[in-house]
Structure formats: C-alpha cells, structure tokens
C-alpha cells in the first residue's frame, strides 16, 4: 500500500474504531464486487468489532445467490452511523440514497474518478476490483478474517477480474488471491457456488452466439424484452454475459443492449480489450472503468445511436 492510500487507510480505521454504529453499502444493481466489498468489509468489521452495530444496505440479487441477503435499516439508524460506501463512483449511483444522511461518509473505491463525494475518499482505479482494496486495507489494519469473509473477497475479486483474466491484473492481484486461499478460501468451491448455471442460462448463451453483430471490430447484440422472458432471465442476468462476446477474433468493442421489460430502458455494458469505452459511456450519460463500463438510454432508436457512433469512430481509428 503507497503511502497516500496508507494515510488514508489511518484515517478510515480511526473513524472505524470511533463509530458504534457503521453502514457499508455499494451501488445500484450490484455486481460481484460490490457483493464482495460490502460483505466482505462487514463481516470483518464484525468479527473484529462484536461490540459495535455494522449493517449492510443491499439488494438481493437473484444470480449471485452466493452473498447474504442485507440488512433493514431505519432512517435513525442511518442517520447515526458511519456510512463506508464501496465500489462506487458516483452519489447518484449509491444504492441506499439515505447514505448523505449518515454522520460521517467514507468512499472506498477503484473507478476513475468521476465525482468526489464523502468525508474521506480513498480511489484507486489501479486496482482490479475493490475488494483487493479492501483486502489491503484489513491487512494493513491487521484484523482477523474469517473464512467465509475471505470467500466474499474471492467472489468478488475473481469476477471484477474476470477470473483474473482482464486488464490490470498480475503479481499483486494473483498475491491477494494467493493470501486468501491460506485462509481457508477453495476457488473451486466459490465458482461452483458462482458460476453454475441453469439451462435456460446455457440456453440464452446460445442465443447470442447465433445472433451477435461484428462488423469494423464492434461486437454487440440486442436483447429486447421478449428474449429474455423468452429464457427466463433478468436484463441484470443478460448483461453479466457481456464478455461472451469477447474472444472473438479481431474485435476491439464489445457490447450488450438489454431491453427492461418494466421500464423499457436500454442497459448498455460497453467492454474493450484497448479502447476507452468510458468516453463512449459518459457521452450516453453512463460511467465506468476506462475499458469496462455502462450506462442505461430510453429506447432502441438511441441504442442505434451508439451503435453508429461506434463504427464511425472505428473507421475512423
């Protein structure tokens, strides 16, 4: 840990150490690592602190069944407490919008930075996943981890690492994983619990692999509504197989369109192996890591929007 992000971690223990009541919680629709992060940090935090009253604010997700579910938490209770907001890069984006009630707001975080927000920032967008900062940080605070909050960390490392196949992953990503494991930590079990899937799931891939575009090195596929009711699962479900389309030869972008069957909004998961499909998701009104991000437009004719934009400036490149 650089001495800037040590500093940092100093401040965030003391606030920790000072707080009888603490919140952690991440962002809307939460993937693997926000799991990860808020589940992780929290159960340490009690494991650490027994005397002290931590609650997570968090939805139930129904295709990470891996993770609890989260706590119910007052609007009093809220109000009290340190609240530690992971893997998030914007206030907006928080999933618990009750989070600016808290007394004192800590932000931990490996996006670019995008807005700052909180008492107390520590983003760093050289991690791969915020549960390595996480897991840096309780080192650093030399606290004991269980084994199933090191099980936490592991899911969400390996899935905002792709199963440590993304960008920005090496030694010290692999020494992280590596120290968990001497916990007790099985990967094999975690992907079991993970990644196994239904056969309508199995299905679906099977779907995108007959119906995906490619055209200038620009992958993507639409999935409307009546696909997804079609093999029974969520926009959320569809858009985590965006990486399906990653290995196919030559392609630069990669992206999942998927309709809401409730609201009729379009969610966009931009990925690349080299381009900074951040730019392309701030100019649609998303966010996101320079080569992983997203955003949500109103209907198909803006989809068709970004899917020009993108092969105009594939041309163009």
Known sequence: MNI????????????????DKIVVCSHVKPDGDAFGSSFGLAYILRDNFPQKNILVSSVEHAHIRFFPSGDFITDEFMSQSLVIIVDTASGIRVYDQR??????????????????????????????????????????????????????LFAGLTTDTGRFRFPGVGKATFERASFLCSLGVHPSDVYDSIYQEKASVLRFRGWVSSNFVNNNGFAYVKVKKDITFHYGISPEQANSMVNLLSDLEDVKIWTFFCEDPVSGQIKVEFRSCSIAVNEIA????GWGHRLASGTVVENWKVVDSIIEYINEMLKSS
């Open 4 to 19: 800037s992000n040590a500093l940092l971690a100093k401040q965030i223990f003391e606030q920790i150490k000072a707080s």
């Open 99 to 152: 989070w600016s009630q808290g007394k004192f707001i800590i932000k931990i975080d490996h996006h670019p930075l995008f807005e700052s927000f909180g008492d107390i920032e520590l983003v760093n967008d050289s991690y791969p996943s915020c549960c390595e900062i996480i897991i840096d940080l309780i080192r650093e605070w030399e606290l004991k981890i269980s084994q199933k909050s090191a099980e936490y």
């Open 282 to 285: 701030r100019k649609f009104g």
